[in-house]
């Protein structure tokens, strides 16, 4: 995706000569045509909502953006639920999807009257100890196991995956939970990540229903909202192709009227939570060749490193990147850019057909808005880039500032140690 950089070339030199580089930037304005698009092609069904997910892009702007969109917020810790607040998203516009969750979270969400979405089943005893009642409301994450076939390559097989609750299971919760007084259900599941072909969230769908009816029929529950997660890929690489939302729609759609609606279901909130598809294609981290290696291999260094995006070096993961003011220019050298970290699998690109890169050029690193600075990490002493967002009128504001080496150090006890002070 080279053709959506908003900024010309003498507009991003100036911006950093503001704001130095490595720094991330986020367009607002394609952030919420594309939310738009979205909604629009679910707008279909009677009610329908996105639980934009925040571990994407963790950043109260962006939040802000969204929810003035009519998002809501997906989140798996108390720090996502304060954001969210923060950025105005509250009660059943939050859903807690969480793993491994400590009480205090649980807590939390339930005082803000947040959905909190059960992992296992054991945490309905976990969830009554540490609210002293179950909410009126509780969905469950489902965990198709080998009913889901294929499996993808981050999440893996759904049988080998620690989320979720088994088939059986989940039918003894929904019982067990009406009996006890919950009054509101819904379900929930995830099954992909980064997932390109549109027919695997209509099996998704397909599965989710069956399930729905299979509750009604066995626990006398009715499940009032589906959340069917996220995982929707965004296409990386020039040949891939977007997902098809409108398709992807229409399916579920023709789904919902053959299984939903004469199960007397209608309206069923659908929801997804996708953070990628999202974001992801309208952010950048920017980063400078400060250096050029010639051995076995043509190296161009980067002032930034995989402790700003994280994708390439963990997953082997592609991302677009091209060069400030030589967009046009013959890829007529090939490149591994790397960054600063003491480990080798720091490159943002390996065997890249590049323009030829000078000392000073700005890299642009595309596809970065989502799972990008979230991922940061300070290994090797690296502080995180900052994050800028272009708003629609065309100025800059800075969202998110640089780490500083205080930032770094805040967390260290040196009172204890005379010589240190
Ligand atoms: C990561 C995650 C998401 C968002 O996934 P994207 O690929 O960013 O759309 C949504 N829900 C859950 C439970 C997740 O773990």
Excluded at 27 to 37: L, T
Excluded at 169 to 191: D, N, P, S
Excluded at 220 to 235: A, K, M, S, T, Y
Excluded at 350 to 372: F, N
Aim: aromatic content about 10%; hydrophobic content about 35%; charged content about 25%.
């Amino acid at each position: 995706m080279s053709s959506n950089f908003p900024l010309s070339h003498d507009e991003l030199v100036k911006l950093t000569e503001k704001y130095p580089t490595p720094v991330y930037l986020y367009d607002e304005q394609a952030i919420r045509e594309n939310i738009r698009y979205f909604k629009k092609a679910f707008s279909i069904f009677p009610k329908f909502r996105e639980f934009f997910a925040v571990k994407a892009c963790p950043n109260p702007y962006i939040l802000k953006v969204l929810a003035d969109e009519g998002c809501g917020a997906d989140c798996s810790s108390l720090p996502e639920l304060m954001l969210s607040k923060l950025a105005g998203i509250a009660g059943e516009m939050v859903m807690f999807t969480s793993n491994e969750t400590p009480a205090e979270e649980y807590q939390y969400a339930a005082r803000e009257g947040n959905i909190i979405n059960l992992d296992d089943v054991t945490h309905i005893d976990f969830l009554k100890k540490a609210l002293g009642k179950l909410p009126e409301t509780i969905c469950f994450r489902y965990n198709p196991g080998p009913l889901k076939k294929g499996g993808n390559a981050i999440i893996g097989k759904p049988e080998e995956a620690k989320y979720g609750c088994t088939h059986d299971q989940l039918i003894e919760a929904y019982a067990r939970c009406k009996a006890e007084g919950v009054k509101h259900f819904g379900l929930h599941t995830m099954v992909a990540s980064n997932e390109l072909n549109p027919d695997f969230f209509v099996d998704t769908a397909r599965l989710v229903f069956d399930l729905v009816l299979e509750v009604q029929e066995k626990c006398g529950v009715n499940i009032e909202f589906v959340d069917l997660g996220g995982g929707v890929g965004i296409p990386y690489r020039e040949d891939q192709k977007k997902v098809d939302l409108d398709y992807v729609a229409q399916k579920i759609r023709a789904l919902y009227d053959e299984k939903i609606v004469p199960a007397g279901l209608d309206p069923l909130l659908i929801s997804f939570e996708c953070g990628r598809p999202i974001t992801g294609p309208y952010g950048w981290l920017i980063t400078k060749a400060i250096h050029e290696k010639h051995i076995y291999r043509e190296y161009i260094g980067t002032d930034s490193c995989m402790a700003d995006l994280m994708r390439p070096g963990m997953y082997g993961a592609y991302h677009e990147l091209t060069v400030s003011g030589k967009e046009n220019a013959p890829r007529d050298h090939v490149y591994d850019v790397v960054g600063s970290l003491c480990e080798n699998c720091d490159k943002f690109a390996v065997q890249r057909p590049l323009p030829k890169i000078d000392i000073g050029d700005l890299l642009i690193i595309h596809d970065a808005g989502a799972h990008g600075r979230a991922m940061g990490f300070n290994y090797n002493g690296k502080l995180r880039a900052g994050e800028l967002l272009l708003r629609p009128d065309n100025s800059v504001v800075q969202i998110r500032r640089r780490e500083t080496i205080d930032d770094l150090f805040a967390t260290l006890d040196l009172n204890g140690v005379e010589s240190f002070k």
